[in-house]
Protein backbone atom coordinates (compact mmCIF):
# COMPACT_ATOMS: atom_id res chain seq x y z
CA UNK A 1 0.00 0.00 0.00
CA UNK A 2 2.58 1.95 1.05
CA UNK A 3 4.88 1.32 -2.35
CA UNK A 4 1.53 2.53 -4.40
CA UNK A 5 1.14 5.54 -2.58
CA UNK A 6 5.14 6.45 -3.48
CA UNK A 7 4.31 5.31 -6.97
CA UNK A 8 1.38 7.96 -7.48
CA UNK A 9 3.58 10.96 -5.76
CA UNK A 10 6.28 10.11 -8.46
CA UNK A 11 4.25 9.75 -11.21
CA UNK A 12 2.38 13.00 -10.23
CA UNK A 13 5.83 14.92 -9.51
CA UNK A 14 6.90 13.64 -13.45
CA UNK A 15 3.53 14.87 -14.65
CA UNK A 16 3.85 18.19 -13.40
CA UNK A 17 7.42 18.44 -14.42
CA UNK A 18 6.87 17.55 -17.65
CA UNK A 19 4.02 19.86 -17.74
CA UNK A 20 6.22 22.45 -16.91
CA UNK A 21 8.79 21.82 -19.00
CA UNK A 22 6.17 21.63 -22.13
CA UNK A 23 4.92 25.25 -21.10
CA UNK A 24 8.21 26.78 -19.98
CA UNK A 25 9.40 26.51 -24.18
CA UNK A 26 9.03 29.54 -25.60
CA UNK A 27 8.89 30.25 -29.70
CA UNK A 28 9.70 33.18 -31.67
CA UNK A 29 7.73 34.10 -34.45
CA UNK A 30 9.27 37.01 -35.99
CA UNK A 31 8.48 39.74 -33.46
CA UNK A 32 5.81 38.00 -31.53
CA UNK A 33 6.57 34.96 -29.12
CA UNK A 34 4.63 32.46 -28.11
CA UNK A 35 4.28 29.12 -25.74
CA UNK A 36 1.86 27.40 -27.48
CA UNK A 37 3.19 24.13 -29.17
CA UNK A 38 1.07 23.98 -32.00
CA UNK A 39 1.09 27.64 -32.80
CA UNK A 40 4.78 27.45 -33.00
CA UNK A 41 4.34 24.61 -35.57
CA UNK A 42 1.65 26.06 -37.78
CA UNK A 43 3.77 29.41 -38.07
CA UNK A 44 7.06 27.75 -38.62
CA UNK A 45 8.42 29.65 -35.48
CA UNK A 46 11.42 29.02 -34.19
CA UNK A 47 12.83 27.80 -30.31
CA UNK A 48 14.37 30.48 -28.17
CA UNK A 49 16.87 28.86 -26.20
CA UNK A 50 19.12 29.73 -23.34
CA UNK A 51 17.83 31.84 -20.62
CA UNK A 52 13.60 33.36 -19.92
CA UNK A 53 11.61 35.64 -22.46
CA UNK A 54 10.13 38.65 -20.71
CA UNK A 55 7.70 40.30 -23.20
CA UNK A 56 5.92 43.95 -21.91
CA UNK A 57 3.30 45.33 -24.15
CA UNK A 58 3.19 48.48 -25.32
CA UNK A 59 0.72 50.88 -25.59
CA UNK A 60 -1.37 51.28 -28.74
CA UNK A 61 -0.71 54.33 -31.30
CA UNK A 62 -3.37 57.06 -30.58
CA UNK A 63 -5.60 56.41 -33.82
CA UNK A 64 -4.90 59.41 -36.71
CA UNK A 65 -6.98 62.36 -37.03
CA UNK A 66 -10.44 62.00 -38.59
CA UNK A 67 -11.20 63.83 -41.86
CA UNK A 68 -13.20 66.54 -39.97
CA UNK A 69 -10.41 67.38 -37.62
CA UNK A 70 -8.05 68.38 -40.94
CA UNK A 71 -8.13 70.78 -43.60
CA UNK A 72 -6.78 70.91 -46.83
CA UNK A 73 -5.13 74.01 -47.84
CA UNK A 74 -5.23 76.03 -51.20
CA UNK A 75 -2.04 73.58 -52.79
CA UNK A 76 -4.10 70.66 -51.64
CA UNK A 77 -2.12 70.10 -48.43
CA UNK A 78 -3.99 68.29 -45.83
CA UNK A 79 -3.14 70.67 -42.21
CA UNK A 80 -4.28 69.85 -38.86
CA UNK A 81 -6.41 72.33 -37.40
CA UNK A 82 -5.99 72.75 -33.47
CA UNK A 83 -8.51 70.46 -31.69
CA UNK A 84 -11.93 72.68 -30.37
CA UNK A 85 -10.88 73.37 -26.30
CA UNK A 86 -13.60 73.32 -24.41
CA UNK A 87 -14.93 75.84 -22.17
CA UNK A 88 -14.45 74.50 -19.08
CA UNK A 89 -10.53 74.39 -20.38
CA UNK A 90 -10.91 78.02 -21.32
CA UNK A 91 -10.18 80.51 -19.05
CA UNK A 92 -11.89 84.00 -18.84
CA UNK A 93 -9.62 86.66 -19.96
CA UNK A 94 -10.24 88.81 -16.60
CA UNK A 95 -9.15 86.14 -14.51
CA UNK A 96 -6.21 84.99 -16.40
CA UNK A 97 -5.16 88.93 -15.75
CA UNK A 98 -5.82 88.23 -12.37
CA UNK A 99 -3.21 85.50 -11.72
CA UNK A 100 -1.06 87.58 -13.89
CA UNK A 101 -1.06 90.00 -12.05
CA UNK A 102 -0.94 87.84 -8.89
CA UNK A 103 2.62 86.50 -10.49
CA UNK A 104 3.79 89.93 -11.16
CA UNK A 105 3.72 90.83 -7.43
CA UNK A 106 4.45 87.96 -6.09
CA UNK A 107 8.04 87.81 -8.55
CA UNK A 108 8.40 91.90 -7.11
CA UNK A 109 8.20 91.10 -3.51
CA UNK A 110 10.75 87.97 -4.01
CA UNK A 111 12.96 90.38 -5.85
CA UNK A 112 12.81 92.67 -3.19
CA UNK A 113 13.46 90.49 -0.74
CA UNK A 114 16.57 89.16 -2.64
CA UNK A 115 17.68 92.61 -3.23
CA UNK A 116 17.27 93.01 1.03
CA UNK A 117 19.48 89.97 1.40
CA UNK A 118 22.19 90.82 -1.09
CA UNK A 119 22.62 94.69 0.71
CA UNK A 120 23.35 92.76 4.02
CA UNK A 121 25.56 90.01 2.66
CA UNK A 122 27.65 93.16 0.70
CA UNK A 123 27.91 94.88 3.91
CA UNK A 124 28.85 91.46 5.69
CA UNK A 125 31.35 90.76 2.95
CA UNK A 126 33.13 94.40 3.53
CA UNK A 127 35.12 94.32 0.09
CA UNK A 128 36.18 90.86 0.61
CA UNK A 129 37.71 91.32 4.12
CA UNK A 130 34.71 90.77 6.82
CA UNK A 131 35.51 91.28 10.35
CA UNK A 132 36.50 88.43 12.44
CA UNK A 133 34.18 86.71 14.86
CA UNK A 134 34.95 85.07 18.19
CA UNK A 135 37.15 81.86 17.64
CA UNK A 136 38.15 82.92 13.88
CA UNK A 137 40.55 85.39 15.74
CA UNK A 138 42.40 81.87 17.33
CA UNK A 139 41.53 79.83 13.99
CA UNK A 140 42.72 81.70 10.54
CA UNK A 141 40.72 78.25 8.50
CA UNK A 142 37.47 79.30 10.04
CA UNK A 143 37.53 82.78 8.84
CA UNK A 144 38.63 81.57 5.54
CA UNK A 145 35.66 79.04 5.41
CA UNK A 146 33.58 81.63 6.26
CA UNK A 147 34.67 84.26 3.48
CA UNK A 148 34.47 81.48 0.75
CA UNK A 149 30.78 80.76 2.26
CA UNK A 150 30.24 84.35 2.05
CA UNK A 151 31.83 84.41 -1.60
CA UNK A 152 29.61 81.78 -2.21
CA UNK A 153 26.38 83.35 -0.96
CA UNK A 154 26.61 86.49 -3.19
CA UNK A 155 26.91 84.78 -6.48
CA UNK A 156 24.08 82.49 -5.58
CA UNK A 157 22.12 85.53 -4.44
CA UNK A 158 23.01 87.35 -7.56
CA UNK A 159 21.93 84.48 -9.43
CA UNK A 160 18.52 84.31 -8.19
CA UNK A 161 17.91 88.04 -9.16
CA UNK A 162 18.60 87.86 -12.39
CA UNK A 163 16.66 84.73 -12.23
CA UNK A 164 13.78 86.65 -10.89
CA UNK A 165 14.56 89.64 -13.40
CA UNK A 166 14.16 87.31 -16.10
CA UNK A 167 10.83 85.65 -14.85
CA UNK A 168 9.47 89.26 -14.12
CA UNK A 169 10.73 90.12 -17.97
CA UNK A 170 8.67 87.43 -19.29
CA UNK A 171 5.19 87.63 -17.22
CA UNK A 172 5.35 91.42 -18.82
CA UNK A 173 6.40 93.18 -15.25
CA UNK A 174 8.52 96.05 -14.42
CA UNK A 175 12.41 95.02 -14.25
CA UNK A 176 14.40 97.55 -11.87
CA UNK A 177 17.73 97.87 -13.44
CA UNK A 178 20.34 95.56 -11.29
CA UNK A 179 22.07 97.83 -8.37
Known sequence: MKSKSILFIVLAAAAVVAQAQSSSRIWRCGNAYTNDAAEANSKNCKLVDGGNVTVVEGTRPAPRASNAATNVNTSGVRVA??????????IETNEQKARDADARAILESELRKAEARHVELLKEWNNGEPEKQGPEARNHQKYLDRVAELK??????ESDMAGIRRELARVGGTVPASK
Open 81 to 90: SAPPTSPANR
Open 152 to 157: ASIARN
